[in-house]
């Protein structure tokens, strides 16, 4: 048994005698370790080998139609649908994600995808990149997680959107922004149609969103008239599906993760309160429709389709078979009171309208939860008060 050279932590060289070698078979297993260790890592982070656990096929673009498209907050939830669709379509992608509330395991499917690139940017720092469009999705859309850090809620809406609007400007590409039904605030027209102002308070709990939004919008309206900047807007009515974040807060995750574990479903006011629920495939569409087509007025996206919370926590509960209790909360500041989609202007403008049914959408979105709650032993849904997302990348 030959003796074998060793390094030690601290980088000196080491000889071992045959007493204390490890014998040839330990080598061997150390080096093939080493190897297989090796081929990973370089599988992790270089261009598809033979080696490369999952590549999945897209279509092949020529390149005069394929695109460089840029997803600002592309690992969340409504920003990895969208992506996923980008890139079935055969663009090159790239994902820029803070990972504050976005999650890798979201588009950990593209990662060895040629046209996909994954940077973890926050938004509030300018970036240099050569992209022909621009979703700008970037921004914690639900209460508890904006209102956790309202300050940083209100940079990532302005800095963001002036950084991006900037990058647009430079590159000449064409840049949609995520905006919201929260725009219109607790609503005294109803259904809403963009023509209605809103009716917001400026110095509530819910501005930091809300006013966020109000003035990035204004930003980019200012950017087209000024710089001649290519811009679209829509404004994003309440939105489920799979890859919400279990945490998440929101209405739908809450009502599913306590209807599939028995507990009790939290209503925060008397339940009369109305939303309308859009399934995220009906977004994507639009969004995907709206960046392409000629109009660039505000659009809002989501489906007309309205319930009271009551109503929906009963719906939730039955559809997942549930014994659950309902029970009543306070109720949380300036909720809005109703809310639904009039989408008039998106079915004449751009062709759009919903496809999906809540109740087609909810049961994939049960499916996908029990998933979540299998493999997390239990989760506690988060409350109606501000707070750090958990982790769970
Ligand atoms: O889901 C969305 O797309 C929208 O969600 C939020 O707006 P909000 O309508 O307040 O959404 P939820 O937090 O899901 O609340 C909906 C209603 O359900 C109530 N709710 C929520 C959670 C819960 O456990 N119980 C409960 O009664 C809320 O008080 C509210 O009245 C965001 O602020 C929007 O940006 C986003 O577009």
Redesign the pocket.
């Given at each position: 048994m030959s003796d074998l050279d060793g390094q030690s932590s601290n980088g000196h060289k080491q000889r071992w005698n045959s007493a204390s070698a490890p014998d040839d078979h330990e080598a061997k297993r150390i080096r093939l370790e080493r190897f297989v260790a090796d081929q990973q890592l370089l599988a992790s982070q270089s261009i598809p080998t033979p080696h490369t656990p999952h590549v999945i096929n897209t279509v092949r673009l020529p390149d005069a139609s394929r695109k460089k498209i840029l997803v600002t907050g592309g690992a969340g939830f409504v920003g990895s649908h969208l992506v996923d669709r980008l890139m079935a379509d055969g663009h090159e992608v790239v994902v820029l994600d803070n990972f504050f509330t976005g999650r890798k395991a979201n588009v950990e499917h593209w990662l060895h995808h040629p046209n996909f690139s994954l940077v973890r940017h926050d938004v509030t720092l300018p970036i240099l990149l050569e992209v022909d469009q621009i979703y700008h999705l970037a921004c914690p859309?639900?209460?508890p997680h904006?209102q956790y850090n309202p300050v940083k809620t209100i940079k990532t809406s302005t800095m963001g959107t002036i950084n991006m609007l900037g990058l647009a400007k430079r590159v000449k590409a064409r840049i949609l922004l995520a905006s919201?039904?929260?725009i219109y605030g607790d609503p005294t027209v109803h259904p809403q149609p963009e023509s209605y102002w809103g009716n917001v308070n400026t110095i509530g709990v819910r501005a930091c969103?809300d006013e966020g939004k109000r003035v990035a919008e204004t930003m980019m309206y200012a950017y087209k008239s000024q710089n001649n900047v290519e811009i679209r807007v829509a404004r994003?009515?309440?939105?489920?599906g799979p890859r919400m974040h279990p945490n998440d807060?929101?209405?739908?995750s809450?009502?599913i993760i306590q209807s599939l574990q028995n507990k009790d479903i939290?209503?925060?006011?008397d339940?009369t309160?109305t939303?309308s629920f859009q399934y995220v495939d009906d977004l994507v569409n639009g969004l995907i429709k709206l960046m392409n087509g000629n109009y660039d007025m505000p659009v809002n996206i989501g489906n007309p389709d309205e319930y009271t919370?009551n109503d929906f926590a009963t719906k939730i509960r039955d559809m997942c078979g549930s014994k659950s209790e309902i029970v009543y909360l306070p109720k949380?500041a300036d909720?809005?009171t109703q809310?639904k989609a009039d989408i008039t202007t998106a079915k004449r403008e751009i062709d759009w309208e919903p496809t999906v049914t809540v109740d087609e959408g909810l049961k994939k979105t049960i499916e996908y939860f029990k998933g979540e709650v299998e493999a997390a032993g239990e989760i506690i849904?988060t409350g109606?008060d501000a707070v750090k997302p958990k982790g769970g990348k």
């Open positions: 859309a639900s209460p904006y919201t039904s929260e969103y994003i009515f309440n939105t489920f807060g929101r209405v739908v809450n009502f939290t209503i925060y006011g339940g309160y939303r919370i949380v909720d809005p809310r849904p109606p």
